[in-house]
């Protein structure tokens, strides 16, 4: 039976440049990541949290379409205008309003 040859402890099992390869083939076939850090990435992630609790909550009470649309239509449009407008990973700044 042949043995599967094991890196030495202090050896990496893939090099840096294989594996930045392997990263930029898997953002190519399925996109890219979450890249929002800071305070926008906090602010993003806040919004997504209580929207979705928010959802939860409409959909154990009785919410009034007045107040459930708003929030609907709102939560998702602020973090938009928030993300393309501080510079997140939105549009390039070619395609950007002035």
Same mark, same amino acid.
């Given at each position: 039976?042949?043995?599967? #040859? +094991?890196?030495? #402890?202090?050896?990496?099992?893939?090099?840096? /440049? #294989? &594996? +930045? +390869?392997?990263?930029? !083939?898997? /953002?190519? /076939?399925?996109?890219?990541?979450? +890249? $929002? @850090?800071?305070? $926008?990435?906090? !602010?993003?992630?806040?919004?997504?949290?209580?929207?979705? $609790? !928010?959802?939860?909550?409409? #959909?154990?009470?009785?919410?009034?379409?007045?107040? &459930?649309?708003?929030?609907?239509?709102?939560?998702? $449009? @602020?973090?938009?205008?928030?993300?393309?407008?501080?510079?997140?990973?939105?549009?390039? @700044?070619? /395609? @950007?309003?002035?």
């Amino acid at each position: 039976m042949s043995e599967i #040859a +094991k890196p030495a #402890a202090d050896e990496p099992a893939i090099d840096a /440049e #294989a &594996l +930045k +390869k392997a990263e930029q !083939f898997i /953002e190519a /076939e399925e996109g890219a990541s979450n +890249k $929002l @850090r800071g305070a $926008l990435g906090i !602010f993003v992630s806040a919004t997504a949290v209580a929207m979705s $609790l !928010f959802h939860l909550y409409s #959909a154990y009470a009785i919410v009034p379409t007045q107040v &459930l649309r708003p929030v609907h239509v709102g939560s998702p $449009l @602020r973090s938009v205008i928030a993300t393309v407008s501080c510079g997140g990973t939105g549009w390039p @700044r070619s /395609e @950007r309003w002035p």
